[in-house]
Nanobody, 126 residues
Framework: QVQLVESGGGLVQAGGSLRVSCAASGRTFSSYIMGWFRQAPGKEREFVSAISRSGGNTAYADSVKGRFTISRDNAKNTVYLQMNSLKPEDTAVYYC???????????????????WGQGTQVTVSS
């Protein structure tokens, strides 16, 4: 089992940047595919980005492609989401999640992920 704790959320103006982090407990972090999801008020939780266990494969939602970058540091048990050119529609609670499937390609489905953090609020003002 792994516990996930997000940090780094906050308030930023449109066009600005923010980096959120997710620290994982345990010594098996490198065995998990890691993903970021977000949920805006009144909306379903949606996929944002994911990264394979080695970091060699990544995936992004079309809405964030070219603006967001996911990365991981297995030595620090941490996954990051660098968010640039932020828009008001990026406002949401951002959650990290871990997928224990032993596959090389990150998955996009919310139901594929086994463990979730509590989330961190990101607010983008116009």
């Amino acid at each position: 089992q792994v516990q996930l704790v997000e940090s780094g959320g906050g308030l930023v103006q449109a066009g600005g940047s923010l980096r959120v982090s997710c620290a994982a407990s345990g010594r098996t972090f490198s065995s998990y595919i890691m993903g970021w999801f977000r949920q805006a008020p009144g909306k379903e939780r949606e996929f944002v980005s994911a990264i394979s266990r080695s970091g060699g494969n990544t995936a992004y939602a079309d809405s964030v492609k070219g603006r967001f970058t996911i990365s991981r540091d297995n030595a620090k048990n941490t996954v990051y989401l660098q968010m640039n050119s932020l828009k008001p529609e990026d406002t949401a609670v951002y959650y990290c999640a871990a997928d224990r499937a032993p596959i090389p390609i990150p998955r996009l489905g919310r139901s594929e992920y086994d463990y979730w953090g509590q989330g961190t609020q990101v607010t983008v003002s116009s």
